[in-house]
């Protein structure tokens, strides 16, 4: 069984341009997360899909940062436009109705 | 807000050492996973946990919701052990404990 696909793998970009992450998650799992990791700490959560609804996005920077998921199946984060700050690991994961969650590999952001 | 709080922060062991690792957390236990970082990033998966006491071969963890703890047991460390581990509870995780085993 494929587990939770990222990518890009790795993206550099310079500052004020625009960068989109894309997550497929594990087959069935009907709740998708994103997080955010600095260097040196935990995973901090940016939004949860329940489905297509996006249910938890109060540390999502609205300003800057955007989100969809339109099927219910895979989903896009995009950053505009990005900042030094933002440079970070992206991850992805996703669980069966808010269960155990399972972990992509991440896209590591530098902003130049 | 809630916390998750990881002790020790950093952890060193020769090989073939036992360790234990703890998780406090200030909120009630929901979804309480522990993680093991590798170093090349990946989240893999320990334990989903928000009770009781689990095994994996040389790896258990034990839960106790009434007093907001989890324990994560490590036996006869082995160098692939290496690597940040961190709880996570109601979706916060805490800042993790680094471990190297050295041969």
């Known amino acids: 069984e494929a587990g939770v696909v990222q990518s890009p793998r790795y993206k550099i970009i310079e500052k004020k341009q625009p960068v989109a992450f894309w997550c497929n998650p594990i087959s069935g799992h009907n709740t998708l997360y994103w997080y955010l990791q600095n260097l040196g700490q935990g995973p901090e959560l940016l939004i949860r899909y329940e489905n297509e609804e996006a249910v938890d996005d109060s540390q999502l920077p609205k300003d800057r940062f955007s989100a969809e998921r339109l099927k219910g199946v895979d989903s896009t984060l995009k950053i505009q436009p990005a900042e030094l700050g933002d440079s970070a690991v992206y991850l992805c994961?996703?669980?069966?109705?808010?269960?155990?969650?399972?972990f992509g590999p991440g896209t590591r952001l530098t902003v130049t | 807000g809630i916390q998750v709080e990881q002790s020790p922060p950093d952890l060193i062991l020769q090989e073939g050492a036992n360790s234990t690792l703890r998780c406090n957390f200030s909120d009630s236990v929901n979804n309480l996973q522990w993680f093991h970082q590798n170093p090349w990033g990946q989240l893999i998966n320990l334990f989903y946990?928000?009770?009781g006491t689990k095994q994996n071969g040389r790896l258990s963890a034990t839960t106790v919701a009434t007093e907001r703890y989890s324990l994560l047991y490590i036996s006869s460390s082995q160098t692939t052990d290496s690597g940040v581990y961190f709880c996570a509870n109601k979706l916060i995780f805490g800042t993790g404990t680094r471990l190297q085993v050295f041969p």
């Open positions: 946990i928000p009770s």
């Open positions: 994961a996703s669980s069966f109705s808010s269960g155990e969650q399972y």
